[in-house]
């Protein structure tokens, strides 16, 4: 059965009388504006008229809801949710067909439509809706668009800035020219609102009584906390370190993330009033049980990956050979740190780009690199391999150190045999070398950065969870919970090392489940979500120069703590935000 948009008009005030809260829904005065401002609407106008779905949702009705095309159509943007003039209490189209699809199992067959969104939404692990900030930003509404991102994430300029953006590879304006440069779009909203004298800060749901631990205050442990505030729990936040932020504040280098962006995004969570306790370590200064005793109720673990591997080969024990992570932090944290005029870092991955690039601010005069990969391998971006190459550090590729060699107990340099393959034919790491082609460097320094694993230390806090040698075992990643009642892991602790926006994203899943656990819910759900992101190839489309946001030159920049990339004006943005095809999540039904 069709409803015409003239029945519910004529209907919509008297059937929503029979409805409890319909006080609410007459707040909805039929304006239209969710219609005009629905970009897929605009697209197909005598097909979609979100305004007609939003009806039968507040109506109730459900298996209307269910038989219309709002399945096909919605691209789960959210502009129109963000858009209402009333703020009329509804969720959104999207999150209707959600919970009434999913979480009453009333998923039809063809349910894959349901999920499709825009490609660059599902490929974020965080899942933002891009193409509604970017929607906003193209018709200048910087603040909707901002608070679009915070629903999902609260750090908009850190992975502005940071983020290795899946977005963009999945985006379909790159069938017509080049994707949307998402990353950057993301960045201008956060930056214009930290230059505001009145920051956007999320609203917080009424105050609950039960009090919520996290401990780690990287982007996983934060994520979590922010999440938690918005639904009204206390949460304290409690660190080892003496600043909050994780590798974010002690591993990211300050030239690719200024501090004053991450202390101003952290703060916003401080003013959502979440604590923040720093220098303080779980399993020595704190643990579950004295948690309890001071009325937590759940608790959320993401301690990150902070020890170093070692190498394991002669003369390891030689002064000055470092870990590159203990080397980043003790920089971030102004410590005393020793580097050498020649140094050597071993590793080929992005940590140790910027342990390389880190080395030659500190003082280092000279840097070279070197990794057991070949230079098609490793594991770096390449645009982080050229800005390295850049400021004239040597990359030397598919070597493995042999020896340190020392010299009346000094370092004096480290002999490599060349590396003939890093992965066996099932992809295991399984070095293989060729012993008789040997190099040697010189050298007073070496960084070691070949990987980071738990610190176990923490588990003295709870010596009941389960481990494994690669860390707390989780026993759902949808859910991240583990063996014991109430006490959820994430973030790189729980899985590896991975990136921030993975870790928000885990720490906004543990904070689904800690409010289900603390509410009596079932914690899992309807989880493992996944949305489909919908691919397409435009035609006719007029191609439009993808914007780059200015960069420092090399003798701008070398030698110094100062950030490369500078963002995208106010212009540039706009035009930007105009290339983006927005409609890309409908999926029309054949
Ligand atoms: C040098 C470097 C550069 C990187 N660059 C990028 C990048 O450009 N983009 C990107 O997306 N990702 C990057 N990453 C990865 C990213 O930083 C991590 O994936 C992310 O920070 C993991 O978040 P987390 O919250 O799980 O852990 P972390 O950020 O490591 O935070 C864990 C926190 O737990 C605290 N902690 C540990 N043990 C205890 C204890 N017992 N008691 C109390 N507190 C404790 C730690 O002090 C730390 O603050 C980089 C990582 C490094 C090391």
């Known amino acids: 059965m069709t409803i015409s948009s003239n029945d519910l008009d004529a209907k919509f005030k008297f059937e929503v009388a029979a409805i409890p809260g319909g006080e609410h829904i007459l707040r909805c005065f039929a304006c ?91 490929a974020c692990p965080a899942h933002i809706s891009i193409p509604g900030f970017v929607g906003m930003i193209a018709a ?30 999945k985006c379909n304006r790159g069938n017509v ?47 979590a906390a922010n999440q938690l505030a918005v639904k009204g729990y206390s949460v304290t936040v409690f660190d080892k370190l003496p600043v909050a932020g994780g590798m974010m504040a002690v591993g990211i280098p300050s030239y690719r993330l200024p501090r004053e962006i991450l202390e101003a995004e952290i703060q ?52 000055n050979i470092i870990h590159g992570i203990e080397f980043l932090k003790k920089v971030a944290l102004k410590q005393e740190i020793v580097i050498g005029k020649k140094t050597i870092v071993i590793g080929g991955g992005n940590v140790a780009i910027d342990v390389a690039l880190t080395a030659l601010r500190a003082g280092a005069k000279e840097v070279q690199m070197a990794c057991l990969e070949s230079r098609e391998e490793m594991p770096a971006w390449d645009y982080e391999i050229k800005d390295a190459e850049d400021e004239g550090i040597i990359i030397n590729p598919s070597w493995g150190p042999r020896r340190f060699i020392g010299k009346d107990g000094n370092l004096k340099g480290l ?47 709870v010596p009941e969870l389960e481990t494994s040698p690669r860390g707390p075992v989780v026993k759902d990643y949808s859910t991240f919970e583990t063996n014991v009642d109430g006490l959820f892991v994430g973030g790189d602790a729980s899985y590896g090392p991975r990136s921030v926006v993975e870790a928000v994203a885990s720490g906004k899943e543990a904070a689904v489940s800690i409010d289900r656990y603390l509410t009596g819910q079932d914690i899992k759900g309807d989880r493992p979500f996944e949305w489909q992101g919908i691919n397409y190839e435009p035609s006719g489309t007029e191609h439009m120069d993808r914007q780059k946001p200015p960069r420092l030159s090399v003798s701008e920049r070398k030698g110094r703590f100062v950030e490369f990339d500078r963002g995208f004006d106010e212009q540039q943005a706009k035009y930007e935000a105009d290339r983006c095809l927005r409609i890309c999540g409908h999926q029309k039904k054949a």
């Open 32 to 122: 239209g504006t969710c219609t005009a401002v629905c970009p897929v609407s605009s697209a197909f106008p005598d097909e979609y008229d979100p305004r007609k779905i939003i009806h039968m949702i507040l109506l109730g009705l459900k298996d209307r809801v269910l038989s219309s095309n709002a399945l096909w159509y919605c691209s789960h943007c959210e502009t129109c949710r963000i858009s209402c003039p009333q703020n009329v209490p509804f969720d959104g189209i999207s999150d209707a067909l959600r919970k009434i699809a999913v979480r009453e199992n009333r998923i039809p067959e063809d349910a894959y439509e349901i999920f499709g969104a825009g490609p660059c939404k599902a």
């Open 177 to 223: 020219d080049e994707p949307i440069a998402i990353e950057y779009l993301k960045r201008f909203l956060a930056d214009r609102d930290l230059m505001e004298e009145i920051r956007y800060v999320p609203e917080v749901g009424e105050k609950r009584d039960e009090k919520v631990a996290v401990i780690g205050a990287g982007p996983a442990g934060l994520s």
């Open 140 to 169: 200048g509404r910087y603040r909707d668009g901002l608070k679009l991102i915070k629903e999902q994430m609260p750090f908009p300029g850190i992975c502005g800035r940071v983020c290795h953006h899946p977005c963009e590879a």
């Open 268 to 319: 916003t969570i401080v003013d959502m009033g979440v604590e923040i306790r720093t220098g303080v370590t779980f399993g020595k200064d704190i643990t579950i049980e004295s948690l309890k005793k001071d009325g937590y109720k759940a608790f959320f673990i993401a301690v990150g990956l902070h020890v170093s591997r070692s190498l394991n080969v002669e003369g390891e024990d030689l002064p």
């Open 415 to 461: 002999e490599f045999k060349r590396c003939t393959a890093v992965f066996d034919e099932n992809h295991r790491f399984n070095p293989q070398y060729d012993e008789s082609e040997l190099m040697t460097l010189e050298a007073d320094t070496v960084l070691l950065t070949i990987g980071q694993a738990v610190d176990m230390s923490f588990t003295e806090g």
